[in-house]
């Protein structure tokens, strides 16, 4: 009994640990909000959390004094008013006041200001398609896992998926929001702050559901147009015989058939776009910083390090080919 309390505790300790260090860089945090629906969020959370509080206070308070009192003292506890204004008339002015607040202060989410950019995530099984759209709705480009905003700019979320149903979810900027088969959900929010701000997939969605992560990235203006014009043209050209023996063991290995490299013959739409995964903040949906060794690594081993998705290991490219495609990658930024 003893072993196991004690393994309760330390369990409950690396959570409170965990939620501490999330807590403190607030990199994905619902307690700093950086987004006008977070904000929005924010109010609504701690007006909930200390009325109710209060509430249970009060409640607790009533429940002490009729058992630790004497009979004498809580007698007016009995009294027909206290039970009709406490037990009817208190809980129904609160609960209304609280429908009110809360249908009043959530408007914000759905009167949503005209949205300057439009972009279209795609769930997959277990990452995010980032479609830029241009002024017809039309792709204009795509990248993956990572979402670069200008701030103070809304930009509309138009949320889809390919396979089952994953959930959009930004919990520094904006709450939650399902992309249901067959549905085309969206939702326009602006970032309020520069910054780094991680997502997460918030509905199971098989194996690697808990590596479904992605990087919404908000910037000022200036850095957000000279981003679009690198992020909208076709990818560098190897700037070096290894570059280019890498696109060769590339294109020869058919990473081209899923993947697509704008510019080259790779044109492949299964898989991520990866005309710039060098400039990318991870690779694998949040999984893994983008770097020569992540990436040879991945590209060896995909279903040994995350079991279950599309990717199949290349672990048939010899060691000086591994490096080259890799280096190759993480030259395209
Ligand atoms: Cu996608 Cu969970």
């Known amino acids: 009994m003893h072993g196991r309390l004690g393994i309760l505790t330390r369990r409950l300790s690396i959570v409170a640990t965990a939620s501490l260090v ?30 109710g509080g209060a509430i249970l206070a009060l409640v607790a308070g009533c429940l002490a004094a009729a058992i630790l009192l004497r009979r004498e003292l809580t007698a007016w506890m009995a009294n027909n008013n206290f039970i009709i ?17 809360s249908a009043v202060t959530s408007r914000a989410f759905l009167t949503a200001e005209d949205a300057k950019i439009r972009i279209e995530v795609i769930g997959e099984q277990f990452w995010w398609r980032v479609n830029y759209l241009d002024g017809q709705g039309k792709p204009a480009f795509a990248t993956a896992n990572e979402i670069r905003i200008p701030v103070d700019t ?20 904006a709450g939650k929001l399902d992309m249901i088969p067959g549905r085309i959900n969206s939702i326009t929010f602006a970032a309020t702050a520069p910054g780094i701000y991680r997502g997460q997939c918030a509905e199971y969605c098989g194996a690697q559901h808990a590596l479904m992560a ?11 147009d000279a981003w679009l014009a690198q992020q909208s043209g076709d990818a560098p050209e190897p700037a070096s015989p290894f570059l280019a023996q890498g696109q060769e063991v590339f294109l020869a290995s058919g990473c081209g058939a899923c993947h697509t490299v704008r510019g080259t013959p790779a044109n492949g739409l299964l898989g991520p776009d990866l005309t710039r995964v060098g400039s990318r903040l991870s690779i694998a949906a949040g999984t893994y910083p983008v770097n020569v060794g992540t990436l040879a690594g991945w590209t060896s081993s995909a279903q040994h390090l995350k079991p279950g998705n599309l ?8 060691g000086e080919q591994l490096r080259a495609v890799a280096a190759y990658m993480e030259s395209l930024k």
Request: hydrophobic letters at 50%; charged letters at 10%; a negative charge.
């Open 311 to 318: 990717m199949p290991s290349f672990g048939n490219l010899q």
């Open 214 to 224: 992605f990087y919404v990235v908000a910037t000022s203006q200036a850095e957000y």
């Open 85 to 101: 204004g406490l037990g009817i008339v208190f809980p129904v002015i609160t609960l209304t006041a609280i429908l009110t607040f």
């Open 22 to 51: 999330a807590g403190c860089n607030w990199s994905q945090s619902i307690l700093a909000p950086r987004g006008s629906h977070a904000e929005t969020i924010d109010i609504l959370s701690w007006a909930f959390f200390i009325g």
């Open 154 to 173: 809304p930009v509309e979320f138009i949320l889809k998926t390919q396979d089952v149903i994953h959930s959009f979810w930004v919990p520094n900027l």
